[in-house]
């Protein structure tokens, strides 16, 4: 009851906000800086996942406590019937997205010598819409995968389809596919990206005299490796 009806709105909201000001604070400099447009894109991915989260977890909560079982399972099955592929479409581009900003950081850090190329705000735009095209074609077969029934006493309940029974289906996709790209192979390339991250701004440090541009490269760079440890820390809990 605390954690579903109590702590997860001021969560939601929380975090709600804290995206609508990244938004706001960053709108007008999106074109100009390929992080900044990266980061809008993230806050907006993020909120998704937030408003998700009011309907897979606190709306049944409220059910839940107002002693309404059966209305709480029905409702929590057809909510994620009806928004699973938009859903997943949004935390696997979350997870990219964390990526992407702490692997442009680490360009424009590491090297920069290719920053022009890979970093320019038109590079990011293009890669960012072909990443989410390729995430929404990858997620369409999950439309399909799910079906509702009906019991005898009312509830609610999702089944596989036939194809998702598949057990070659299953696991390939399922339990190897999914895992891999919305948490294995993210972790291990933020983990790498954070610890070079790190070890750039190590470098920096011990250069010459540091000029009011560098200063300021390096606090943006330091911003994405908190960001990528929290986010590492996320995936992991």
Same mark, same amino acid.
């Given at each position: 009851?605390?954690? @579903?009806?109590?702590?997860?709105?001021?969560?939601?909201?929380?975090?709600?906000?804290?995206?609508?000001?990244?938004?706001?604070?960053?709108?007008?400099?999106?074109?100009?800086?390929?992080?900044?447009?990266?980061?809008?894109? *993230?806050?907006?991915?993020?909120?998704?996942?937030?408003?998700?989260?009011?309907?897979?977890?606190?709306?049944?909560?409220?059910?839940?406590?107002?002693?309404?079982?059966?209305?709480?399972?029905?409702?929590?099955?057809?909510?994620?019937?009806?928004?699973?592929?938009?859903?997943?479409?949004?935390?696997?581009?979350?997870?990219?997205?964390?990526?992407?900003?702490?692997? +442009?950081?680490?360009?424009?850090?590491?090297?920069?010598?290719?920053?022009?190329?890979?970093? @320019? @705000?038109?590079?990011?735009?293009?890669?960012? =819409?072909?990443?989410?095209?390729?995430?929404?074609?990858?997620?369409?077969?999950?439309?399909?995968?799910?079906?509702?029934?009906?019991?005898?006493?009312?509830?609610?309940?999702?089944?596989?389809?036939?194809?998702?029974?598949?057990?070659?289906?299953?696991?390939?996709?399922?339990?190897?596919?999914?895992?891999? !790209?919305?948490?294995?192979?993210?972790?291990?390339? =933020?983990?790498?990206?954070?610890?070079?991250?790190?070890?750039? *701004?190590?470098?920096?440090?011990?250069?010459?005299?540091?000029?009011?541009?560098?200063?300021?490269?390096? +606090?943006?760079?330091?911003?994405?490796? !908190?960001?990528?440890?929290?986010?590492? *820390?996320?995936? !992991? *809990?």
């Amino acid at each position: 009851f605390v954690f @579903s009806v109590i702590l997860t709105p001021i969560f939601i909201v929380v975090g709600l906000v804290c995206n609508i000001l990244i938004i706001i604070l960053l709108w007008s400099e999106r074109n100009k800086s390929s992080t900044k447009f990266l980061l809008i894109l *993230l806050a907006i991915t993020d909120s998704m996942i937030l408003l998700w989260m009011v309907g897979l977890v606190f709306i049944p909560a409220l059910f839940r406590h107002a002693g309404k079982m059966v209305e709480s399972l029905s409702f929590v099955n057809k909510f994620e019937m009806y928004t699973r592929y938009v859903g997943n479409v949004a935390l696997t581009a979350s997870s990219w997205l964390t990526v992407y900003v702490a692997w +442009q950081r680490y360009v424009g850090a590491c090297k920069p010598f290719l920053y022009s190329k890979y970093g @320019s @705000s038109k590079a990011v735009k293009t890669t960012s =819409l072909v990443g989410f095209i390729i995430n929404a074609i990858y997620w369409f077969p999950d439309i399909f995968s799910k079906r509702l029934v009906t019991m005898p006493d009312g509830t609610v309940l999702v089944i596989d389809s036939p194809f998702a029974e598949n057990k070659y289906f299953l696991i390939i996709r399922t339990l190897i596919l999914n895992y891999a !790209i919305n948490y294995v192979v993210p972790i291990l390339l =933020l983990t790498y990206l954070s610890y070079a991250l790190i070890v750039a *701004l190590k470098k920096a440090r011990k250069m010459r005299e540091r000029m009011t541009t560098s200063s300021n490269k390096e +606090q943006v760079t330091l911003s994405i490796v !908190i960001v990528v440890v929290i986010a590492i *820390l996320s995936y !992991i *809990l």
